[in-house]
DNA sequence: AACCTTTCTGACTCGCCGTCAGATTTTCAG
DNA sequence: CTGAAAATCTGACGGCGAGTCAGAAAGGTT
């Protein structure tokens, strides 16, 4: 397997390309950012790295493709999470670390926010790439996450009404969306603490039973 | 307080006027399920009525506006689910209610799904107006959400830790969200049963304590 | 029927998408 | 160092959808 990036005619591309290249997927993060999905154009992610637009179609046949692409970098960031979450979390330590899991992927949601809800709406669109990447991540965090239900059932802490799987899924769910609500949040009171004790109180609960 | 509905232009609409207003908005809705916000274009709403782009801006400035308005028509379609909330549940009936609550709340979003989804992105990016009506919304079920998870703090059945907001706005976040990953969890063998009792468990696990 | 009001649309300008031929820059053999 | 080949970049263009507006069509009133 070769670690070769290419162009979007499929040649291998040169040091020089590849500049370019890193240029256009950090423009288009920054622009994904600033002014969200829906007024992404590829004229402004030219501009931005001081190019022309057909220099962004060398590298990308459609804007989906640079998206994709940063979705993918996104991911390698989201594998470091699941260290948090071995061995599972038990009585001793266990909300301390729920705690500690919970910051990080605040950290996590924080860096890639604007990348993941794009990701998010295209996999939800029904775009069959997009939700291959969703999936992949998601299913680093849940394989853990079910494991640790599926024990928590075998020991009686957890009613076997929980499906596993469902309930990994949960509360991946309960972590991405309650973190996109956190603006509006923050104006009605609840603050960054109130949130990370909240969501980790209840991982801690749902997961372990204790 | 009047009833009359508006052109975009600000006046006064008659009756033929408000059916072909209707059309538009139900076009709409149509194309955004099938094609998805990213796609929508004016000029297909429009062809889907046997109308002209024009006849779309006689109501709308924009297609903005038009979700938007869509967005609070299923904002009625939320307050029904506040009832199923009320009285709180209790240990007797609790579990069933909540199955109860997870069931129409799956009727509502596979109703609304396109709209809501749509709406929550540019409240995400920050649109005030979409955020106005996602707030307004949320707000419905979650005073009620609220109000049992400080009666559950109250009577020591649920940790102090856990704050009543953000624990509403969590229990909001998961069933939006875990809705959205149906399609996906369907795949691998997780079925509406088993997102139903999963959900309904943590619901009730979450809110109540027991 | 004549006139007035409401509603609809053809036709236009503008800006972005995506392409391609050719210009520019880099590489490297001799 | 030089000149030719390879790699990279871009100006300019056709096509399409957004949004506007003047005037056409439909409906209502007397």
């Known amino acids: 397997m070769s670690d070769d990036v290419f162009a979007a005619d499929g040649r291998v591309i040169g040091s020089r390309a590849l ?12 622009l994904l950012q600033e002014q969200g999905i829906l007024d992404l154009r590829v004229v402004d992610i030219s501009r931005d790295i001081g190019s022309s637009p057909a220099t962004f179609y060398q590298y990308f046949n459609d804007v989906d493709e ?15 999470l699941v260290a948090l979450l071995q061995p599972s979390w038990n009585e001793t330590d266990g909300f301390e670390r729920a705690g500690r899991f919970v910051d990080a992927y605040m950290v996590y949601w924080d860096t890639h926010h604007a990348v993941l809800r794009a990701r998010n709406l295209k996999a939800e669109e029904g775009n069959r790439y997009f939700r291959a990447v969703r999936t992949e991540a998601n299913l680093l965090v849940m394989d853990a996450l079910q494991a640790m239900v599926t024990e928590g059932i075998a020991t009686k802490r957890l009613p076997d009404s929980l499906d596993p799987f469902t309930t990994a899924a949960a509360v991946v769910a309960m972590c991405e969306r309650l973190l996109a609500f956190r603006p509006e949040m923050a104006k009605r009171g609840a603050n960054r603490d109130a949130i990370r004790n909240t969501l980790a109180t209840l991982l801690y609960g749902a997961l372990t039973g204790h």
Chains 1, 2 share one sequence.
Do not use: F, H, N, Y
């Open 66 to 80: 640079a998206i994709l692409e940063l979705a993918k970098e996104a991911t390698e960031d989201e594998k470091p």
């Open 19 to 30: 500049a370019t290249r890193r240029k256009l997927l950090d423009a288009t993060a920054k």
